[in-house]
């Protein structure tokens, strides 16, 4: 005995297999097989179904037997459906199906999404699984909202997905109302394709919280995040386009120890394909500062980097023209062969500048913090001292000092003509410094050619505020003066000067010798 009946595309049919009559009531055990497309046949099986005289079969419930895979073991999402919890079930009185309950799971391939834990690290070897019950009176028109576990798309290493609402789409006949599909998708969806957007199944995404890998430091303990909206998963993996403006000031950002900022980020996926993903913003290369904030941008560099699969970053920076280098007080123009690098190193960005340009300097002789006099005698003027390789980066060394040329014919120091002879530059500690070698003009420009040859050494230092390095100029160092001056029997003239400043045995000071020799007079 049984009832035979469609639902849908579904055909089932319920088998009476035995009865049991008492005094009071008579019990039914019955079963259920129905054909599912790709499946094949699902079997459901209840007992103690009250059958009575006036109403016929009561309440009748029939519950899965077992665990079904509805979809090819080719696909990469798996629509599961399970007795165990006794959630799948199908209601049934005389005139045959009622409702369905469904206690079910979609999994996704973890070649398309992966699951992560609390701390934002992927779950190997499992997968992301859209778990629901619920109850619907056709097995192929099933829409519902659903939660779903935070995950990372394949390939997108890092980048956090974390769901605030989506839908399951499980229906031959209709889709979600307002739901819009991201227009890359539809022009390589068969769906779409063929005009049947309907027969679409997968999850849509309302909106979802994207959380950016721990390496774009804001400086706050939570991680960089934006809202993401209309995006799906289905079989052929993640699909739409997440953007998001103004998400790191420049003054918080940290690259490293530098100061960044994230002015805007782009991703466009779909089927799990980035198809155009990056960001750009501004870097700060700390050297440059000259009593400047953060937020003067004459003096920032443009960046903009691709995100490549895997989670990897390839940077393309645009140079300042004109910076200044507080370090040494010197005004500084760029060349465009001078560029700056970014990788990844632990999981977090390091940068690195390798800088070629000119630099004038000009420092004052007296001034602690190196400010130039508006005297010209009171001060140490270099001009265009042209330079390669000088390199910054984020970690000790902070400083590689390159290849410095001569300047040219108008430096001066307190008020003399200099001619550099040779200049050069090193690190000790936290200390950077050039040293330069000079001829010093006794005569002035046009009183002869009698000269002091001698050297000093300007010096920077490194430190770190709040996380973020910092330069700063320390000092104007000279060390000595000789000069040799032979004109036969007229004079002679040798000596040296030099210069003591915080020395172990002589402290703060000056020491000198000189020797002289006149001809006769008259």
């Not at 919280?209 to 079989?235: A, C, Q, W």
């Amino acid at each position: 005995v049984g009832i035979k009946s469609e639902i849908g595309a579904l055909s089932y049919t319920i088998l009476i297999d035995s009865l049991i009559a008492t005094p009071n009531t008579t019990y039914l055990y019955a079963s259920m097989l129905f054909e599912a497309p790709k499946v094949g046949k699902i079997h459901f099986r209840g007992a103690d179904i009250v059958f009575s005289k006036e109403g016929g079969i009561v309440n009748g419930r029939l519950e899965l037997v077992g665990k079904y895979q509805i979809t090819d073991e080719s696909a990469k999402t798996q629509f599961i459906i399970t007795g165990d919890n006794r959630g799948t079930y199908a209601a049934f009185d005389c005139s045959g199906f009622t409702e369905f309950g469904l206690d079910a799971s979609l999994l996704f391939s973890n070649t398309l999404v992966k699951p992560e834990n609390q701390h934002g690290d992927v779950i190997e070897n499992e997968n992301v699984a859209v778990s629901f019950t619920t109850v619907v009176s056709d097995w192929n028109d099933i829409l519902l909202e659903v939660n779903i576990p935070r995950f990372q798309v394949n390939g997108l290493d890092g980048v956090s997905f974390e769901v605030k609402n989506a839908v399951l789409d499980w229906s031959d006949t209709r889709n979600l109302v307002g739901v819009q599909f991201p227009t890359e998708y539809q022009e390589i969806s068969p769906y779409f394709l063929s005009g049947s957007p309907e027969l679409w199944r997968g999850v849509f995404i309302n909106s979802l919280e994207v959380k950016l890998p721990e390496k774009f430091d804001n400086g706050d303990t939570n991680r960089v995040s934006f809202t993401g909206t209309n995006l799906i998963i289905d079989n052929q993996g993640f699909s739409g386009v997440l953007s998001a403006n103004s998400l790191i000031p420049i003054e918080k950002g940290k690259l490293g120890n530098w100061n960044f900022s994230l002015d805007q980020i782009s991703i466009r996926l779909v089927g799990n394909s980035l198809t155009d993903a990056g960001f750009n913003g501004k870097i700060d290369v700390p050297i440059t500062s000259k009593g400047a904030t953060p937020t003067d941008e004459s003096r920032l560099f443009t960046y903009t980097a691709l995100i490549q699969p895997g989670g990897d970053f390839q940077f393309v920076v645009s140079n300042a023209e004109t910076i200044e280098f507080d370090i040494w007080k010197a005004d500084v123009t760029l060349l465009p062969s001078s560029y700056i690098e970014v990788t990844t190193v632990d999981g977090k960005f390091r940068p690195k500048a390798n800088l070629n340009g000119s630099m004038s300097i000009n420092a004052g002789l007296n001034s602690e913090n190196g400010e130039s006099d508006a005297k010209a005698e009171k001060n140490v003027s270099l001009a265009n001292i042209t330079f390669e390789n000088l390199q910054i980066q984020s970690v000790q060394p902070y400083v590689k000092v390159g290849a410095f040329s001569l300047g040219t014919s108008s430096d001066a120091m307190g008020g003399f003509p200099i001619q550099i002879n040779e200049i050069g530059g090193g690190q000790s500690g936290d200390d950077i410094f050039l040293d330069i070698d000079i001829t010093l003009s006794l005569t002035g420009s046009s009183g002869g050619s009698y000269g002091a040859g001698g050297d000093f050494r300007l010096f920077g230092t490194s430190y770190e505020k709040e996380g973020k390095l910092k330069y700063r100029f320390k000092k104007l160092q000279i060390n000595s003066f000789s000069v040799d001056i032979d004109q036969g029997e007229a004079f002679s003239l040798s000596g040296t000067l030099n210069f003591y400043r915080e020395d172990p045995i002589y402290g703060n000071g000056i020491s000198g010798n000189v020797a002289a020799t006149f001809g006769g007079i008259g």
